[in-house]
């Protein structure tokens, strides 16, 4: 079955710094790639999707994500943080159709004022 | 429209006893998930259903987690007997199915078992 990889299960940067949290998956075939959100006594959130076309998808509140076949890797990225965007960040993979998402262990983000 | 909604909210158990979860997906989906939260596992899959029939089932959870549909609109987990590692939150989550389609979690139930 798929997998996924998130090395980092925490980050911290400042208010207004770019960030990046890396995520890879394992998976022979053609994967389709999320980005989801929890906020704090929240459920999870999609933040963006891939499946073909341009490798570099946007998605909701400026973050978006650079599909590297080569690299197996689909990190999420944005210009500029938030103090809204502290939350926990899961990257996960779904295969073929008869599979349920595979999820990595999440990432939390903290954003410093 | 409701999202998935899943009780209770917070459990506590003794350990040995059983527990049952309950969900509901969101209203027309076809696919439904269980998946247990770690900090350091993160979110690993117990079960999965697509038209109330068992698709997938965790394999290092079958000997005491059995999760069931009992119809389109609601499912139950239920752990027997519970155990202290058991300890975690349980989340549901519906979607109309197919590998491209979004996910829709509930809150989840956190279990504390004692």
């Known amino acids: 079955a798929q997998s996924v990889t998130q090395p980092d299960a925490r980050v911290t940067v400042s208010e207004g710094a770019s960030l990046q949290l890396r995520c890879k998956y394992s998976?022979?075939?053609?994967?389709?790639l999320f980005w989801y959100v929890q906020y704090p006594r929240q459920g999870l959130q999609l933040l963006l999707k891939?499946?073909?076309?341009?490798?570099v998808v946007q998605g909701v509140n400026g973050f978006e994500a650079e599909f590297i076949k080569s690299n197996s890797s689909f990190h999420l990225r944005k210009a500029s943080v938030h103090w809204s965007d502290s939350a926990v960040y899961f990257c996960?993979?779904?295969?073929?159709?008869?599979?349920?998402?595979?999820f990595g262990a999440g990432t939390k983000l903290s954003v410093k004022p | 429209d409701a999202g998935v909604t899943q009780t209770p909210r917070h459990e506590v158990a003794e350990k040995g006893q059983t527990i049952i979860l309950k969900c509901e997906p969101v209203?027309?989906?076809?696919?439904l998930f269980w998946y247990r939260q770690t900090k350091i596992q993160g979110l690993e899959l117990l079960s999965y259903?697509?038209?109330?029939?068992?698709?997938?089932d965790g394999g290092a959870f079958k000997d005491r987690f059995k999760a069931e549909m009992l119809n389109s609109s609601f499912s139950t987990l239920k752990i027997q007997p519970t155990e202290p590692k058991d300890s975690a939150v349980y989340l549901c989550?519906?979607?109309?199915?197919?590998?491209?389609?979004?996910?829709?979690f509930g809150k989840g139930t956190r279990l504390t078992v004692v």
């Open positions: 989550a519906s979607s109309l199915g197919g590998p491209d389609t979004e996910v829709f």
């Open positions: 998976y022979s075939g053609t994967p389709y």
């Open positions: 891939y499946y073909s076309g341009d490798p």
């Open positions: 996960a993979v779904s295969a073929t159709n008869n599979n349920a998402p595979r």
């Open positions: 209203s027309g989906h076809n696919d």
């Open positions: 259903f697509r038209s109330k029939s068992l698709m997938e």
